[in-house]
């Protein structure tokens, strides 16, 4: 039979289109259409109904392709099966998923098909059935790359998604040497119609899937960046996180360079030191573009002219995106992709600026929050100063005039000697203070706030959305005693258990106490932080990421963290505990 016959044969059951968009229908207007067919054909039906159900299993999208491609061939008795995905121009393949093709063979075969050209092309281009006998035959056909097995019979079906074309499922080779028959394709369609509901619904979980790790990478992100670390340690977190959500080769960071260009100022890959800086000179087309706030796309950063840098030759699709917040430009995020990998999809594109436009949010706050520490550090110092000149320095002058009153009334030498002395070594502490004095008013060197005020401002901070300010208590000298390391993180658990406490708990009383008086389990000293409130507690089956990043915080330091009842009656809320050793 001919391709156009098998086209024209009435008996086909009706393709589903943007006129009948609900697929469920059309899955059961085809299974009738096998009503009043052969008896092969209705024998094959629970064959035909098992592989319906099979497609159906799953929500992950490759996973479901992988199973659709071996359900294919085993419905139709096919040696190989494929799917090719149709790229967003309707011009190529993005994807291409195969059955009955060794990992082994593929490699040796090379690049996969891209569907620009051949018979792939064609079906891409005029997307209906196709039934051959020998394929290499068709005048569409232009062969076999070296190493690719050979194949004749071929049968060529589309795949729709909510009455859009999504790819093209592809069987070559039926078994025993035979053709593929009217039943195969009146078989393979409906199972095309039935792997376009479970591709749709795939789809979605996977568009759902993506969207939420990227808003958990944004929130790692920003508590991170307001952590108050080295502002080194914060953007080497932005990079990291952006490579691992954009599934990339290496995630860098660049910063406006003092020379022009922009320099490369943190590096999340395999091999970070070879790229570290590394300054882009500012003719690169690429960083005008992003100094503009423009990002950049490129589907093969080896090849593509704009890329100037040696360091692209070994990348494939990349994206450049401006680290942009208020109109200001701060640098740019790049995620490239290692060479031969798919290019990044619309949605992924989408995810990624708004990833960039949320870190450079947060770059910003936490740049206002060293800002802010500066500031208290300086207005702390100048206080200082005042209390020194107007007090200290006052009292200790006026010590030493009621010693020269009492040395000039004594009569026995050596108490003259002794408070004349005394009275040296204040002027000598007179002077000092007045060195330390101008020291402090000629701008010092940069030094954070103390964990007691740093505990204290995000207090202060979280009573703006809570409503009311949470109580504190402080246990043993904390700023004394406490590192800046475990200081840090410990901001950062207290921001989070807060957070937590205004999003979810509904509280309407939170108490805060830090301890640095307690032993931990191994007998070690350390410090405790604990973060109650009288809300709805922790519901069973709720998301636990919170809790998640506050445990691991803790036992990176070898510390722990752990929940129990709040402040309500009868033990209700949730009191959060984190420790840590000293």
């Known amino acids: 039979m001919s391709a156009q016959e098998s086209q024209e044969s009435p008996e086909y059951p009706p393709e589903s289109s ?30 035909l109904l098992e592989a319906m159900r099979s497609v159906g299993t799953g929500l992950e999208l490759h996973s479901t392709l992988d199973r659709i491609c071996e359900t294919a061939a085993e419905l139709a008795d096919a040696r190989y099966a494929a799917i090719g995905v149709v790229d967003t121009e309707g011009r190529g393949l993005s994807d291409f998923v195969t059955f009955g093709i060794s990992d082994a063979l593929a490699k040796k075969i090379g690049h996969r098909p891209d569907g620009k050209r051949g018979l792939l092309g064609a079906l891409i281009s005029n997307p209906d059935p196709v039934h051959l006998a020998d394929l290499t ?6 062969g076999f790359p070296a190493h690719h097995p050979p194949m004749k019979t071929f049968l060529g079906v589309p795949i729709r998604v909510q009455g859009e074309i999504f790819g093209n499922l592809y069987l070559a080779e039926k078994n025993g040497g035979g053709e593929f028959n009217d039943y195969d394709v009146h078989m393979v369609r409906v199972l095309a119609t039935e792997a376009g509901i479970a591709i749709g619904n795939a789809r979605l979980y996977e568009a759902a899937t993506q969207r939420e790790r990227w808003i958990d990478g944004s929130v790692a992100v920003t508590t991170a960046l307001l952590s108050g670390g080295d502002a080194d340690d914060a953007l080497a977190v932005v990079a990291e996180q952006a490579r691992r959500l954009a599934d990339s080769a290496a995630g860098i960071v660049m910063l406006p360079a003092e020379e022009g260009g922009m320099e490369i100022v943190a590096v999340s890959a395999e091999n970070p030191a070879t790229s570290l800086g590394v300054v882009i000179p500012a003719e690169s087309p690429v960083v005008a573009r992003l100094l503009d706030g423009e990002p ?11 890329m100037i840098s040696r360091l692209t030759s070994q990348y494939g699709a990349c994206m450049m995106l401006p680290l942009q917040s208020g109109g200001r430009v701060l640098g740019a995020l790049v995620t490239p992709r290692a060479r031969g990998k798919r290019p990044f999809t619309e949605a992924e594109r989408t995810l990624a600026t708004q990833f960039a436009s949320q870190a450079a949010l947060a770059l910003m706050m936490a740049e ?26 006052q009292r200790l002058f006026a010590t030493g005039m009621m010693l020269e009153g009492a040395q000039r009334r004594s009569v026995v030498p050596e108490v003259r000697d002794g ?16 060195t330390a004095i101008f020291a402090l008013q000629q701008g010092p060197a940069e030094a954070p706030s103390g964990l007691r ?21 402080f246990l043993g000298p904390i700023d004394a005693v406490v590192g800046e390391l475990v200081g840090k993180n410990l901001i950062a658990a207290l921001r989070e258990a807060l957070s937590n406490a205004f999003r979810h708990s509904e509280a309407s009383r939170i108490e805060v106490v830090l301890d640095s008086t307690i032993s931990l389990p191994d007998g070690r000293p350390g410090v405790r932080l604990e973060v109650a409130d009288d809300g709805v507690g922790i519901p069973e089956g709720g998301r636990r990421s919170g809790l998640r990043n506050l445990r691991r915080r803790a036992e990176s330091l070898g510390g722990s963290s752990s929940y129990g009842p ?11 505990v984190w420790e840590a050793p000293l």
């Open 368 to 393: 206002a929050q060293r800002d802010r520490e500066r500031l208290a550090v300086f207005e702390d110092r100048d206080r200082i100063a005042r209390d020194l000149h107007d007090l200290v320095i």
């Open 419 to 434: 408070v004349g002395k005394a009275v040296d070594e204040l002027d000598v502490t007179i002077q000092e203070i007045r």
């Open 18 to 47: 943007p006129e009948s968009p609900d697929p469920l229908e059309a899955a059961t207007a085809a299974t009738r259409s096998l009503q009043g067919l052969s008896t092969e054909l209705t024998a094959r039906v629970p064959q």
């Open 296 to 306: 950049v796309f490129v589907d093969d950063a080896a090849s593509d002219p704009r």
């Open 453 to 473: 005020t740093r505990v204290l401002r995000e207090i202060n901070m979280a009573a703006v959305p809570l409503g009311f300010k949470p109580a504190h208590r």
């Open 566 to 576: 709040g402040l309500g009656e009868e033990g209700g809320g949730t009191t959060l």
């Open 137 to 142: 035959k068709d005048p569409r056909s232009e």
